[in-house]
């Protein structure tokens, strides 16, 4: 019983939190994240980004894996806006925001933000900015209805 219970919290930590429809996920910086140059490679930034939108889909009780195995429906990115205004560097914790932009029957557009913090200080600007089209297909890669699925308040049109 206690099991249950701690994995339970474990898994809330590990997922983020949601307050007044935005997503709050923190990760750190590891070595194998920065480049020669010390700095987070560009390219890892979207898997921050990736990161946090699967701990979100987690925290809202959407299993991707079942919903492929039993549906034959995943997730896609469409198209990717990217802006880095300040790289990250080893060892700092980023926090990753993420809300919704826009919401269609065929797909949603999230906007995910990421800010430095330290101290219990989070920066007031966001270090990079990432907006990012997702849509659902299934097995024959057709687009299909994202909204039945994404059936939650924070994907709903603000």
Do not use: W
Request: proline letters at 1%.
């Amino acid at each position: 019983m206690k099991t249950y219970s701690l994995k339970s919290e474990i898994e809330n930590m590990i997922n983020g939190e949601i307050i007044n429809n935005t997503h709050y996920y923190f990760t750190r910086i590891f070595y194998e994240d920065t480049d020669t140059a010390g700095i987070v490679y560009h390219a890892n930034y979207l898997k921050y980004f990736e990161r946090a939108r699967t701990s979100l889909l987690n925290l809202i009780k959407i299993d991707q894996k079942l919903l492929l195995e039993k549906k034959n429906l995943g997730f896609v990115v469409r198209d990717v806006n990217l802006k880095i205004n300040k790289s990250f560097q080893l060892n700092q914790i980023l926090l990753v925001k993420t809300c919704l932009k826009s919401a269609k029957k065929s797909c949603i557009v999230l906007k995910q933000e990421a800010y430095e913090t330290s101290e219990k200080i989070i920066s007031k600007a966001p270090n990079v900015v990432c907006e990012i089209q997702i849509v659902m297909i299934n097995d024959k890669n057709k687009v299909k209805n994202i909204s039945k699925i994404l059936d939650h308040p924070i994907f709903k049109k603000m």
